[in-house]
T-cell receptor, first 113, second 110 residues
Framework: KAGVTQTPRYLIKTRGQQVTLSCSPI?????VSWYQQTPGQGLQFLFE???????NKGNFPGRFSGRQFSNSRSEMNVSTLELGDSALYLC????????????FGPGTRLTVL | QKEVEQDPGPLSVPEGAIVSLNCTYS??????FMWYRQYSRKGPELLMY????GNKEDGRFTAQVDKSSKYISLFIRDSQPSDSATYLC??????????FGKGTSLLVTP
């Protein structure tokens, strides 16, 4: 079974731009979560989507948004990029329940100049 | 105070050593305790998953939870160079990880 895939793997943007990252979960998984990982703050939860609805949200500003499509694929968008948004953005999927094991993708490395 | 504290290391040990990785947390509602391993340029993968207090063993890995002191540990016996990675603890009050430690970088040298 194919794992979680994320595109693109690397991205360079400038301040003020916006960016869209994509995540394809493992086939059959309906829950997709997004995380931001930085050396200073570690791994932080952004939000979770389940059946196209946001089920949980972390403590990030409204510039960070996401959505999930009917095929469970998910996108996250960051508007008005700031230097501090430079990070590894990870997507994780799981079948459905809160106690299901989640599987992470390799991440998208975003650099904001 | 951050909800989860973890010494970032790096921790360097010789092959065959016993490794002890630790985290402390502040939220007494946490009931699920997870350890993830993250290799360079990869996403984290779930290594161990325990519920409530006590020990859980899986091969060379043992996870230990002391809820009274809000302290969680991961022990690796007979460490191997392939264990070189970053280890993240993730206590939770639901079944999935929302709060991660910053991770401890481990290097096992041959």
């Amino acid at each position: 079974k194919a794992g979680v895939t994320q595109t693109p793997r690397y991205l360079i943007k400038t301040r003020g731009q916006q960016v869209t990252l994509s995540c394809s979960p493992i086939s059959g998984h309906r829950s997709v979560s997004w995380y931001q990982q930085t050396p200073g703050q570690g791994l932080q939860f952004l939000f979770e989507y389940f059946s196209e609805t946001q089920r949980n949200k972390g403590n990030f500003p409204g510039r960070f948004s996401g959505r999930q499509f009917s095929n469970s694929r998910s996108e996250m968008n960051v508007s008005t990029l700031e230097l501090g948004d430079s990070a590894l953005y990870l997507c994780a999927s799981k079948p459905r329940g809160s106690t299901d094991t989640q599987y992470f993708g390799p991440g998208t490395r975003l650099t904001v100049l | 105070q951050k909800e989860v504290e973890q010494d970032p290391g790096p921790l360097s040990v010789p092959e065959g050593a016993i490794v002890s990785l630790n985290c402390t947390y502040s939220n007494s509602a946490f009931q699920y305790f997870m350890w993830y391993r993250q290799y360079s340029r990869k996403g984290p993968e779930l290594l161990m998953y325990t519920y409530s207090s006590g020990n859980k063993e899986d091969g060379r890995f043992t996870a230990q939870v002391d809820k009274s002191s809000k302290y969680i540990s991961l022990f690796i016996r007979d460490s191997q160079p392939s264990d070189s990675a970053t280890y993240l603890c993730a206590p939770s009050n639901s079944g999935y990880a929302l709060n991660f430690g910053k991770g401890t970088s481990l290097l096992v040298t041959p």
